[in-house]
């Protein structure tokens, strides 16, 4: 079973910037893709960012320019780094992947951004 634990959240005033980290329990390159979602209240979970094996990285418009997807082979983590940020950006922040097997995600981080 794949585990994966997002830290970094946290409170931020709008224009400031966070960086969130999602740590894996195996070898991250076993992975083809893997990529960050959010859920706002009310709302139905997102794609945010993704990146694949050869380093191909896909945003959803609304972070394109301001979000940076990244990952870390030698340490099994992926991360996210986030500029600029909006009070629309206000959500539970979650790691995906997935293998032959199963689809598997984090606890989730909160994210909220203060006027």
């Known amino acids: 079973q794949v585990q994966l634990v997002e830290s970094g959240g946290g409170l931020v005033q709008a224009g400031g910037s966070l960086r969130l980290s999602c740590a894996a329990s195996?070898?991250?390159?076993?992975?083809?893709?893997m990529g960050w979602y959010r859920q706002a209240p009310g709302k139905q979970r997102e794609l945010v960012a993704t990146i694949t094996n050869g380093d191909i990285t896909n945003y959803a418009d609304s972070v394109k320019g301001r979000f940076t997807i990244s990952r870390d082979a030698t340490k099994n983590t992926v991360s996210l780094q986030m500029s600029g940020l909006k009070p629309e950006d206000t959500a539970i922040y979650y790691c995906?992947?997935?293998?032959?097997?199963?689809?598997?995600w984090g606890q989730g981080t909160q994210v909220t951004v203060s006027l």
């Open positions: 995906n992947t997935q293998d032959f097997a199963s689809v598997y």
């Open positions: 195996e070898n991250i390159l076993r992975f083809n893709v």
